[in-house]
């Protein structure tokens, strides 16, 4: 124990100034002082198991649809958009563990701008496989969903601090269906598992939701 003779208190901490005055403190006896503040644990060690198995995975995923696209060529290497969509999911999350505001926001804007990205780098290079629109957004748009629902789990964020942006999000994964209505998709299954992942995180919101959350979804949706 150390005693603080200016402001005539004692601290229990192995700190050699007054959290107070900033004198220096003396001590009262001879044994060490315990430490007081517990071991916090950093997210990346704290989660360390969680990332080794979502590495894995996201490596499994990256090698077998390489392996798949090379024996099975098509006109495309749609494999090549799946790995690129990984990494982009990787980036999100990595981003994440540094910044706590506007989580919901930036992964918005970034899949927005991406979708923008890849529709005039498509028309630039006039493709004809229109990969764009069959393997780039429907994945993109996934990655965009799975990328805030990673982030809710990792940084342990109440889902109704940016509510409306991972609806939103959620949303656009609906977008690859209404391609379809208009004839501009040639490969259904990436739309459909797009919109079905997006139905799935809609509707955990609703499910798993405590009441604070429902209440601020009422309030963003005026209803």
Known sequence: MKYCNKCAVSVDSPVT???LCYA?????????????????????EKYNIFFRILLFLSLSVSVVCTTINFLAPTKTWWSLIVVANIL???????????RRAKLGYNVLIQGLCLAVMIL???????????????YALPFLFLTATLSITIIVIIKRMKI???????????LMGFVPLLLIAVGLVDVIWPSVVSA????????????????????ELKKRLHI
């Open 17 to 19: 100034r007054c959290p």
């Open 24 to 44: 220096t403190l003396v001590s009262k006896d001879n044994e060490p002082e315990p430490v007081s503040y517990p071991d916090l644990e950093t997210q990346a």
């Open 88 to 98: 982009y999911m990787w980036i999100a999350i990595s981003t994440a563990l540094q």
């Open 120 to 134: 005039i780098f498509d028309r630039f290079f006039d493709s004809k496989v229109n990969w764009a629109f069959n």
């Open 160 to 170: 109704r601090d940016f509510i409306l942006y991972f609806i939103l999000t959620a």
């Open 196 to 215: 079905v992942y997006s139905g799935l995180a809609l509707v955990s919101i609703f499910v798993f939701a405590d009441n604070a959350t429902k209440v």
